[in-house]
């Protein structure tokens, strides 16, 4: 029987690490299993009486649980602060709102930094491949054990927006709207190309030791730095990278040689080393891997629409941005077609802007508009406000 979690004492604690016993392992799509499993998540706001307006938000690739708060290692505010708080389109007053760390993470969650219990050593690369369906099943172990039969809504973007998806297909009776910004139903070849060249950044550096880094003292900080860079480029758009940079430098006058001349350089370079001080190395070998293998139509003899086809009482919202070119309208749009294919009510738009993939962390009227529009509207057909 599943341990029931003190709902009142989560709303005021803000979440925590939910542990599971080893007799309740998280089966996962490779045929391994994961126990025990720990999950790390945080919530904001209360659930009500009805248990009936519980929204889980899932994270991107480089995020976390710390969607609205400080983040304990960086200091910054929390990655989606912009869009959850008080007065926000999720308004933690209305909403009981949760987001957990993927598995596969480095903030709380069983990943392959964690202590494998066989031996008592970090599980490195003994940790198992994962995929978004893991993560999702996971995600439906941690909202089971808080007493929530049926999620208010799913919101994600980019790799969150594909972990909805994975929810609308894989647990349709537990979900009353669904939310997907800036995703795709499957990974495109240019994507997994990145992803590569990333990860063979992480595994040339010479700290990395064949994974068991951990164990030798030491961190793979230089590979990991560059894959960091190389992806963030695909987070921008080509005019948002001129508007905000152009060819400015970084001092008077060409340094003829290989420091960073240009305030891009500069840029990229203060993300790449900014990141390797919250992030895992292993945990973006094992998170990027389990982006490339995602293709949800291929889990349904190659039909997105018969992902969902059990999904038609699920009221979704599909958002695309103009300048994203890591998953582009386009991408969107055959989610759209597959929707109405499996006879499931679906609203769409594609928000202009020139800030790329990233426009969804960043201040978008649009976003934050049709947001609260979709999930007021959702609200009132549930009764909740």
């Known amino acids: 029987m599943t341990a029931q979690v003190p709902i009142t004492a989560a709303a ?43 929204v889980l938000v899932c994270h991107a690739l480089t995020g976390d649980q710390h969607m609205a708060s400080t983040h304990p290692v960086t200091g910054k505010p929390g990655w989606w602060d912009l869009y959850v708080g008080p007065g926000r389109p999720l308004d933690p007053e209305r909403h009981f709102i949760i987001c957990s760390n993927v598995v596969g993470g480095c903030m709380g969650t069983t990943g392959p930094a964690s202590i494998d219990p066989a031996t008592g050593q970090p599980y490195g690369l003994k940790f198992p491949v994962i995929t978004i369906a893991d993560m ?57 190309a990145f992803h590569e060249v990333g990860r063979q950044a992480i595994m040339a550096d010479p700290n990395w030791r064949g ?18 860079m190389a992806a963030h480029i695909t987070y921008l758009s080509e005019s948002a990278l001129q508007r ?20 891009v350089e500069s840029y990229l370079r203060h993300q790449g080393a900014s990141f390797v001080d919250r992030f895992d190395a292993n945990s973006y070998l094992y998170i990027t891997r389990a982006l490339d293998y995602f293709d949800l139509a291929g889990q349904f003899d190659g039909v997105l629409a018969q992902a969902f086809r059990s999904a038609r009482n699920v ?32 609203s769409f738009a594609e928000i202009v802007t020139d800030k790329g993939h990233d426009a969804f962390f960043l201040d978008e009227p649009q976003l934050d508009q049709t947001l609260r529009g979709f999930l007021a509207a959702q609200a009132q057909a549930r009764g909740l406000s």
């Not at 005021?12 to 998280?26: I, K, M, S, Y």
């Not at 994974?211 to 960091?228: E, I, S, W």
Request: charged share 20%; proline share 4%.
């Open 211 to 228: 994974g068991a880094y951990l164990a030798a003292g030491v961190r793979p900080d230089k590979g990991l730095a560059v894959a960091r």
């Open 12 to 54: 005021e604690t803000g979440g925590g690490v939910w542990r599971f016993p080893a007799d309740r392992p998280l089966r996962l799509d490779s045929g391994a299993t994961l126990a025990p499993l720990e999950i790390a998540y945080n919530t904001y706001g209360r659930l009500n009486a009805e248990r009936s307006n519980a």
């Open 244 to 263: 905000k940079f152009g060819r400015e430098l970084q001092r008077d006058g060409l340094s003829w040689g290989f420091d960073a001349d240009f305030q």
């Open 315 to 346: 009221k979704f919202c599909v958002l695309s941005f103009s300048s994203d070119w890591l998953y582009p309208t386009s991408e969107s749009r055959d989610i759209v077609r597959a929707l109405n294919g499996a006879g499931c009510r679906a």
């Open 136 to 192: 999702v099943r996971a995600q439906a172990m941690l909202i089971e054990a808080l007493g929530i039969e049926t999620l208010f809504a799913a919101v994600g973007g980019s790799m969150g927006g594909m972990q909805v998806l994975q929810w609308a297909a894989d647990y349709p009776e537990k979900l009353f709207s669904a939310v997907c910004i800036a995703a795709a139903a499957r990974h495109s070849a240019q994507n997994i």
